[in-house]
């Protein structure tokens, strides 16, 4: 797993490696392009909404919303990525801090109608994801949606048959979602959550507030 120095030097060519058009095609993003659009259906009036995008990378799956006429706040612990999102969507508000130890302080207490998280939350373990998300529904206005879209599968099963396919590409290093385990850590704490495989090894998670 990259630390916030490998992203910062993989920002300026990161939009050219990980596109994936193929849902059946090679790990860790086939079917990008397919989950990239799903996300964005998902807003269905992003005129005006306020969008927190945790992980934002290079700004690539909030970049549409945005210019849309979407509020989009970012957060994501590499400056090198944060510089591109900048570019791409300058009436942003973005964070210089890593999640894993929840939100920037200036965005705990602010509500949102969106918390996007895409391609990052393999960086928690299964336990903090699930903790994560419980803290986010408390960012949620009233009919707000949590959506998460990372490399996923509905099994462990599912998983094990991907690294089996990926050999040496496969990164043991990330933590990625199983929904078969993660959807009943989350109906512990009295959280529904929906999932949907979209292509062979990436999924996406979407959890809405009461």
Not at 32 to 51: N, T
Request: net charge negative; with cysteine; hydrophobic share 40%.
């Amino acid at each position: 797993m990259l630390d916030k120095n490998g992203f910062d030097k993989w920002a300026s060519s990161y939009d050219k490696t990980v596109v994936g058009d193929d849902l059946a095609g090679e790990y860790p993003f086939a079917g990008y392009s397919a989950v990239l659009r799903c996300v964005r259906e998902m807003v269905k009036e992003p005129r005006g909404a306020e969008i927190l995008d945790i992980g934002v990378g290079t700004g690539k799956f909030t970049s549409g919303l945005y210019a849309a006429g979407a509020k989009i706040y970012g957060v994501d612990f590499s400056a090198g990525m944060l510089e591109r999102s900048r570019e791409i969507m300058p009436q942003g508000e973005f964070y210089l801090f890593d999640f894993n130890s929840g939100l920037p302080p200036a965005l705990r207490e602010r509500k949102f109608g969106y918390i996007i998280s895409a391609y990052a939350f393999h960086h928690l373990d299964e336990q903090g994801k699930a903790d994560f998300l419980r803290s986010l529904v408390c960012n949620l206005k009233t009919g707000g949606t949590i959506i998460i879209a990372d490399v996923a599968f509905e099994t462990s099963a599912g998983l094990a048959a991907c690294r089996e396919r990926s050999g040496k590409k496969w990164d043991d290093s990330e933590i990625y979602m199983v929904a078969g385990t993660l959807l009943p850590l989350l109906e512990s704490f009295g959280l529904k959550a929906e999932y949907r495989q979209v292509s062979n090894c990436a999924g996406i998670l979407t959890l809405s507030a009461k």
